[in-house]
T-cell receptor
Framework: DAGVIQSPRHEVTEMGQEVTLRCKPI?????LFWYRQTMMRGLELLIY????????DSGMPEDRFSAKMPNASFSTLKIQPSEPRDSAVYFC???????????FGEGSRLTVL | AQTVTQSQPEMSVQEAETVTLSCTYD???????LFWYKQPPSRQMILVIR??????QNATENRFSVNFQKAAKSFSLKISDSQLGDAAMYFC???????????FGQGTRLTINP
């Protein structure tokens, strides 16, 4: 299996622009997670899905953030409008229902100018 | 609240030496998983080792082993024969069985001195 695949690896955009981050989880995994990593706050869970259904979005910072999972092999995290404080590395991760182990993608580094 | 504490923001060790990274956690649950993840400069999070709380035997993966003290809620990682490729951020994490959230510590940056 190719592992969790994220795109883009790097994104530089200007404040106010829309940003879309993409994730393809490992085939057969039931859960998908979006994390944000910053120096100040470490790893923060933003939202997670079970069988494509959002279960807990309490970590989403504000209404500018939204996430979807239209099918078992694809998820997006969208920020609209983006702000400089959104600059971070965004990780997607997936896992099966049987173990607690998370498999992470390589992350998308977002810089908002 | 469930928390994971890594009290050492940075550690360094000489190549080929042994180093131990500390981790404590706070939970009232009895059945859970514990993990150590490695994040090298390439930034991908890689699982190093995992431990199930009901297992008394400490997990071992090659040069990596843990010292799991359930009563003390302690889960330290020992790296033997340190190699340059071990240089990375190391994150301790935990989740309750049946719950979905993985709670991470703040990380320990490990430097390997040649």
């Amino acid at each position: 299996d190719a592992g969790v695949i994220q795109s883009p690896r790097h994104e530089v955009t200007e404040m106010g622009q829309e940003v879309t981050l993409r994730c393809k989880p490992i085939s057969g995994h039931d859960y998908l997670f979006w994390y944000r990593q910053t120096m100040m706050r470490g790893l923060e869970l933003l939202i997670y899905f079970n069988n494509n259904v959002p279960i807990d979005d309490s970590g989403m910072p504000e209404d500018r953030f939204s996430a979807k999972m239209p099918n078992a092999s694809f998820s997006t995290l969208k920020i609209q409008p983006s702000e400089p404080r959104d600059s971070a590395v965004y990780f997607c991760a997936s896992r099966t229902r049987y173990t607690g182990e998370l498999f992470f993608g390589e992350g998308s580094r977002l810089t908002v100018l | 609240a469930q928390t994971v504490t890594q009290s050492q923001p940075e550690m360094s060790v000489q190549e080929a030496e042994t180093v131990t990274l500390s981790c404590t956690y706070d939970t009232s649950e009895s059945d859970y998983y514990l993990f150590w993840y490695k994040q090298p400069p390439s930034r991908q999070m890689i699982l190093v080792i995992r431990q199930e709380a009901y297992k008394q035997q400490n997990a071992t993966e090659n040069r990596f082993s843990v010292n799991f003290q359930k009563a003390a809620k302690s889960f330290s990682l020992k790296i033997s024969d340190s190699q340059l490729g071990d240089a990375a951020m190391y994150f301790c994490a935990y989740n309750i069985k049946g719950a979905q959230k993985l709670v991470f510590g703040q990380g320990t940056r490990l430097t390997i001195n040649p």
